[in-house]
């Protein structure tokens, strides 16, 4: 059982890697990105085909999937994103679709639909015991790359410069505008950044998740789970939601076998009902 | 025993920790002409809310007509005739006058869900609806969409909005916000010629209206009452002159 | 929604154009049989697409999942008739009955919240129930989707033809009645009520609007007439399959409704059309990658704006 929570942690720290962007923009921005799951597809298969194709250690394609990721939301912030901020949410959800039917479009084209596989490096496929729990290095090693930049991020949040300016932007940016900060700037990098860690959980994920073209859609109602349960103003919000996700599904989908997905379609449902503005959310936020 | 219309009492509501409203106790009298006046930020907007039912109290009972409505919806409220206007205009900016006003006729009359018939055929209420939109002078932009009038025009239209339900109470939030002198007179003289039956709480920061309006005022301070009395007595007290009036002159 | 380009005025006759748009629609049953088939596929999704419009563009409850009534629709249609009795009209009714429960089952869900928790929790219900249909494959087919379904003839008589000219007769007819259903709905107080909601809604309690009261009864409403529609496509093509539930769907309609123009009822039928046109000219190019370029209408039109899509559209359509 201890094995599965431990599944479930890692599973969640891989969601909320993959989730915690999408809270950003939407905190940030009050933008829906239903898109955000092609920036993790990207980084999945710029991941797939580094480690399978050119022969790149998984270890060294981990960065240049962020990189690519990262470069991909600063080309589409400016050019695309930015014009829609002040539209309905409705108009932001339909551009986003658009962009996720391109992106899987594209990717079946040049890729075609089958499952994409990465090479890992031999250490990370082992199984070890620890006190009776079995434990997969590459799940191991998950909860501590993620775990490292979840620490760094949330330092950056609250100790940097930077992120207090994010802060402010995020409580209001009319008045973060009126402050000098340049909101502009801080939306470019936080998407950037938020979409490249989504390529960062993408390349990490392909192995546990699976990748094919459909990911994003598959994948669009856990982020959005993380985000709504989570909140949109903390990093520990989203952090809790998915970890609270990651095990329940996977502790449902082992117990509960027939009606593991349920599970958590069920739990956003309720949790909706009861705190339509998400559990972990301060109260008066967005 | 008075004819009391609309009564709080001990009326509370705080956010997180801060106190929005502070043991209020409030009885308007039927026919009442009550002002409620009081520095920016005093909660006059919150207490309507409360009023109205957009807020719940922390603590506190409002009476309508000596029942209890604390527990109600605001579209019971308004149902029973507790009306109010906004204090930013709040109107349905895809239909036009004479549709909002012949829909809020509808509700008043009960025929709100009527599914066969269209709204326009009721010639009784259009003819009620166009009535009252002329009698604001805004009988020439009755097939205008609301989005499109301007400023003064909206105001207009919000009150007639609250007029068009026949309250009998009713709450006017800063009616004449923002409105140029030179559009105030529509509104200026519905105010007066008001019913007599009809009870109104009026909150305004232009003295010179409260005064010609109001034979009651009481003044909300932080929250919470100062003190309230009748019109003239509220314009001698030294204390409210201080806190209240001695800002008005600024403008 | 623009001031310029007015929705008809409201009134209980039928404006030119609109009979127009009906005899044309009828005349395509004459003049060319041989597309009954895309016809009627046509009348079936315009009806989904007015649907959506009900709780969309009048009420402005947004909705990422309303392909769960359209497929529940469906599938109460097809295992009626394959399991009970194959009479199309009976199994029409109990498909609407099914759906409609279902819509006021899961309306106290839309009530609360903002505009994200909606489009959430419309996705999630939309979700729920292709897991279930897929789970329970050994009743509805799964994946393969549901075989052996044959409808019976329409009043004992007309047998569905494999040309689909019955089929196509059959749902204009009930496109139409539901239409002017609804039409009467919207330009009545309840409708306006409805705007008024979508306008405003705290205006609209204000005004003593039981808000969420009009909402469930549209949202039931809406979810009848999807489900209506729904029906129609498994009777009419003896087929139900997981694509009735899956999320292309509920984003199709958006789509077309998007073209068509919300808040005017026609605009679910002008947008079925032009996204028909649209699906079949970029299946004619890329035959397996037309989403592609549906996806790229979806984003420029998007940046166009959804008002001056509507707009323009309106008024080509309008002034001929």
């Not at chain 2, 509700?107 to 604001?136: C, F, Q, Y």
């Not at chain 3, 897991?131 to 994946?143: M, V």
């Not at chain 3, 890329?286 to 707009?311: C, N, S």
């Amino acid at each position: 059982m201890l094995t599965i929570l431990f599944d479930g942690i890692a599973y969640g720290m891989l969601l909320f890697m993959l989730a915690c962007g999408l809270a950003v923009t939407l905190g940030l921005m009050n933008f829906v990105n239903l898109a955000h799951g092609a920036f993790a597809m990207a980084g999945g298969y710029l991941t797939a085909v580094l480690t399978n194709r050119l022969g790149v250690p998984f270890l060294a394609s981990l960065p240049l999937a962020f990189l690519f990721a990262a470069a991909l939301g600063a080309i589409l912030e400016p050019t695309l994103y930015r014009r829609l901020y002040r539209r309905p949410h409705l108009d932001q959800v339909l551009f986003s679709i658009g962009l996720v039917f391109m992106a899987i479009a594209a990717v079946d084209y040049f890729f075609g639909a089958q499952q994409q596989f990465v090479r890992l490096p031999a250490f990370l496929k082992s199984r070890f015991e620890v006190g009776g729990i079995g434990i997969g290095a590459y799940r191991l090693f998950i909860i501590a790359v993620c775990g490292v930049l979840t620490i760094a991020l949330q330092l950056t949040l609250l100790h940097t410069r930077f992120g207090s300016r994010l802060r402010a932007a995020v409580d209001d940016p009319r008045v973060a505008a009126g402050l000098g900060i340049d909101v502009n700037r801080i939306f470019l990098s936080t998407f950037a950044v938020g979409s490249g860690l989504a390529g960062l959980g993408g390349a990490l994920g392909a192995e546990i998740l699976g990748l094919d073209p459909t990911f994003p859609l598959k994948f669009m109602l856990y982020f959005l789970l993380v985000v709504a349960v989570g909140g949109t103003t903390t990093i520990t919000g989203p952090l809790l939601a998915s970890l609270l996700l990651g095990v329940a599904d996977v502790a449902g989908k082992y117990y509960v076998p027939k009606l593991g997905a349920f599970i958590i379609y069920c739990v956003m449902i309720a949790v909706l009902m009861v705190r339509p503005q998400g559990l972990f959310a301060r109260i008066g936020a967005r | 025993m008075s004819d009391i219309v609309l009564a709080t009492h001990s009326l509370h509501k705080h956010f997180g920790g801060i106190p929005a409203t502070q043991d209020v106790t409030l009885a308007l009298a039927r026919g009442a002409r009550h002002a409620l006046i009081g520095p920016n930020g005093a909660g006059k907007t919150t207490l309507v809310n409360l009023l109205t039912g957009m807020l719940s109290p922390s603590s506190g009972r409002i009476d309508l007509e000596g029942e209890d409505i604390t527990e109600l919806p605001p579209h019971q409220r308004a149902r029973r005739g507790l009306v109010r206007t906004f204090q930013i205009t709040q109107l349905f900016d895809t239909l036009t006058p004479l549709e909002t006003i012949t829909l809020v006729i509808a509700e008043r009359e009960r025929t709100g869900t009527r599914l066969w018939r269209p709204l326009v055929s009721e010639r009784a209420h259009v003819d009620e609806a166009a009535g009252l939109l002329a009698m604001l002078h805004l009988g020439d932009v009755l097939r205008e969409r609301a989005a499109t009038l301007p400023y003064g025009r909206r105001r207009l239209l919000e009150i007639a909005i609250a007029l068009a339900a026949r309250p009998r109470v009713l709450l006017l939030d800063e009616p004449l916000a923002g409105v140029p002198t030179s559009e105030s007179r529509e509104i200026l003289d519905t105010l007066s010629a008001l019913p007599a039956a009809v009870t109104v709480l009026l909150i305004e920061h232009d003295m010179d209206v409260v005064f010609r309006f109001a034979t009651r005022i009481s003044v909300l301070v932080n929250g919470a009452l100062l003190v309230e009395g009748p019109a003239d007595e509220i314009a001698r007290n030294p204390q409210v002159r201080a806190v209240y009036l001695g800002e008005s002159r600024h403008g | 929604m623009a001031a310029s380009a007015q929705p008809p005025t409201p009134g209980a006759r039928m404006r030119a154009w609109e009979i127009a748009v009906w005899l044309g629609a009828l005349a395509m049953w004459f003049i060319a049989p041989r597309y009954a088939p895309l016809f009627n596929e046509i009348a079936i999704l315009a009806l989904f697409a007015v649907s959506l419009d009900l709780i969309l563009g009048y009420s402005g409850i947004v909705s990422l999942g309303h392909a769960a009534f359209f497929g529940t629709g469906a599938y109460v249609a097809a295992l009626f008739a394959k399991h009970f009795l194959p009479d199309p009209l009976v199994g029409l009714a109990v498909a609407v009955f099914v759906s409609t429960l279902l819509g006021l089952l899961t309306s106290a869900l839309v009530l609360r919240g903002s505009d994200l928790t909606r489009l959430m929790v419309t996705l999630g219900v939309a979700l729920i129930l292709y897991e279930l249909a897929n789970r329970f494959d050994n009743i509805t087919g799964g994946a393969d989707g549901l075989q052996g379904v044959v409808t019976g003839p329409l009043f004992g008589s007309f047998a569905f033809d494999l040309g689909g000219r019955v089929a196509y007769l059959y749902s204009l007819t009930v496109l139409f009645v539901l239409f002017l259903l609804a039409r009467r709905i919207v330009d009545a107080p309840f409708g306006y009520g409805l705007r008024a909601i979508r306008d405003n809604p705290r205006r609209a309690a204000a005004i003593g609007i039981p808000v969420n009261a009009r909402l469930t009864a549209v949202y039931t409403l809406a979810a009848a007439y999807a489900g209506a529609a729904g029906a129609l496509l498994a009777q009419t093509t003896n087929f139900a399959s997981l694509d009735a539930l899956d999320f292309h769907r509920s984003a199709d309609v958006l789509l077309a409704l998007v073209l068509g123009g919300s808040g005017w009822l026609y605009g679910g039928i002008v947008g079925t059309v032009a996204f028909k046109l649209m699906h079949d000219l970029f299946s004619a190019w890329t035959p397996q990658y037309w989403q592609f370029w549906i996806g790229l209408v979806l984003v420029v039109l998007m940046l166009i704006g959804r008002d001056r899509v509507a707009k323009l559209l309106r008024r080509v359509v309008i002034r001929r």
